[in-house]
């Protein structure tokens, strides 16, 4: 076809030859990248099968993997794709993370095993991230020739989502301790003249908390959707709520501490069994 335009000496000649040099610079590309990112494959089918509190040991051998295709390829070490790239890998390790918590059920078991999976779920978040920063700031070790490309362009470009998931994890990591801190309430014992009394105002408090925290069982938004706001305000409105009882509870504990005559029945008075 080429050589049938130049000979006709067409018009359509040179546009047909820069197609043609694009279409080979575009082959040689893909070639370049299917050929380096072939090995990232195996650790994706890895991240999609592992059960995540056991991903954490994938994270190390997948950003060195990284490294390597960002200092090695002539076609993948460009900021715009190696973002896209991390981006994509930020967003499976969301999916799995929630996942794995079965956020909507979250509230409706018991705290204590509530607590367990949020605590290595968040292990492994924070796993992640650390072989990010750490395999981040070596790159300069994966170029042999010293032309040296760091990554510079900004964090929010890749993390942007994973912020505000960070952001939801940390605030549902907070209200269970508040929660396993309050629900103790149940145990406590006052002693003294107004041991009674104030014992039964301490009950009344741990059976306010429990029925407020119960509210969020009942709740149909899945609270680590980085895009609801509507736990956001349920978050806060629980915190204004606990500083409530924060307070009468202090007032409770200062008349139990005054009603003491001496600093062992200071221990004595107040009692978790």
Not at 224 to 240: A, G, H, Q, S, V
Request: aromatic letters at 12%.
């Amino acid at each position: 076809m080429a050589e049938l335009l130049e000979k006709t000496n067409s018009s359509y000649f040179p546009a047909f030859k820069e197609l043609f040099k694009e279409t080979v610079n575009a082959r040689e590309e893909a070639k370049d990248i299917d050929i380096h990112l072939k090995p990232l494959s195996g650790f994706f089918e890895s991240l999609e099968t592992t059960e995540f509190d056991e991903c954490a040991q994938l994270f190390d051998p997948m950003f060195h993997t990284i490294c390597l295709v960002w200092a090695n390829s002539t076609c993948y070490c460009r900021p715009a794709r190696i973002i896209v790239l991390l981006q994509e890998i930020n967003n499976v390790i969301i999916r799995r993370a929630s996942e794995f918590l079965e956020p909507i059920d979250l509230f409706k078991g018991e705290p204590e095993e509530s607590v367990e999976k949020i605590k290595a779920t968040y292990n492994t978040l924070q796993a992640y991230e650390k072989s990010y920063q750490t395999h981040k700031g070596k790159l300069k070790s994966y170029f042999k020739d010293g032309a040296v490309k760091e990554w510079e362009f900004a964090p929010k470009l890749v993390f942007a989502r994973w912020d505000k998931f960070m952001e939801k994890m940390n605030m549902i990591r907070d209200l269970f301790k508040t929660a396993m801190d309050l629900l103790r309430l149940e145990k406590v014992e006052i002693g003294g003249v107004k041991g009674k009394a104030l014992s039964a105002r301490v009950v009344k408090i741990f059976e306010e908390f429990k029925d407020e925290f119960e509210k969020f069982s009942n709740k149909k938004y899945d609270p680590l959707d980085p895009k609801c706001d509507e736990f956001d305000d349920d978050y806060t409105e629980f915190n204004r709520f606990v500083l409530d009882l924060d307070r009468r509870l202090s007032a409770i504990i200062c008349q139990a501490f005054d009603d003491c005559n001496s600093l062992n029945n200071d221990f004595d008075n107040i009692n978790t069994a």
